[in-house]
């Protein structure tokens, strides 16, 4: 079945050939009718590379039109809409109960099993007036006690 068809799809390229394709005859032409010849073939064959081009930037415009429309399709299909969410306020044991359902009967402390953290003051200097050390600083003297003070 496959050779047979094969040999019927050459039968019908050969036709078409004959068909659109004259056989040549070259023989007892001039040289100015050889040349008419040769560009009469160089425009049809420029016609038909226009032709071949053209309907290559059709099919390719196509595609990309078929693969966004796809590509459309399937943004559509996937999105959904999430819902708005509330917050609700619920207990440990409240939300125990939910999760566990009838298993939980005795009620957990959590608070209890927390640590407690002792916050330490702050050492607050005492603010002293600043004008009784400047005369006490001034010069060299307040600089050589600053000195020996950091010593």
Same mark, same amino acid.
């Given at each position: 079945?496959?050779?047979?068809?094969?040999?019927?799809?050459?039968?019908?390229?050969?036709?078409?050939?004959?068909?659109? =394709?004259?056989?040549?005859?070259?023989? *007892?032409? #001039?040289?100015?009718? @050889?040349?008419?010849?040769?560009?009469?073939?160089?425009?049809?064959?420029?016609? $038909?590379?226009?032709?071949?081009?053209?309907? *290559?930037?059709?099919? #390719?415009?196509?595609?990309?039109?078929?693969? !966004?429309?796809?590509?459309?399709?399937?943004?559509?299909?996937?999105?959904?809409?999430?819902?708005?969410?509330?917050? $609700?306020?619920?207990?440990?044991?409240?939300?125990?109960? =939910? @999760?566990? *359902?009838?298993?939980?009967?005795?009620?957990?402390?959590? +608070?209890? #099993?927390? +640590?407690?953290?002792?916050?330490?003051?702050?050492?607050?200097?005492? $603010?002293?007036?600043?004008? +009784? !050390? $400047?005369?006490?600083?001034?010069?060299?003297? *307040?600089?050589?006690?600053?000195?020996?003070?950091?010593?």
């Amino acid at each position: 079945m496959l050779q047979d068809e094969t040999e019927q799809k050459m039968k019908e390229k050969e036709a078409t050939l004959a068909e659109r =394709v004259p056989p040549l005859s070259m023989s *007892g032409q #001039s040289l100015q009718e @050889l040349q008419d010849f040769c560009r009469d073939l160089q425009h049809k064959i420029d016609v $038909v590379d226009e032709e071949w081009y053209d309907i *290559g930037l059709k099919v #390719s415009k196509n595609e990309k039109e078929i693969e !966004n429309m796809k590509l459309k399709i399937t943004e559509i299909q996937s999105k959904f809409k999430k819902p708005t969410l509330r917050r $609700v306020k619920i207990s440990a044991e409240a939300m125990l109960s =939910v @999760l566990l *359902g009838s298993k939980h009967k005795e009620t957990i402390d959590f +608070k209890a #099993s927390l +640590k407690t953290v002792k916050k330490e003051e702050e050492k607050k200097e005492e $603010v002293t007036d600043w004008r +009784k !050390n $400047v005369d006490a600083m001034s010069g060299m003297d *307040g600089r050589k006690k600053m000195f020996n003070a950091g010593q």
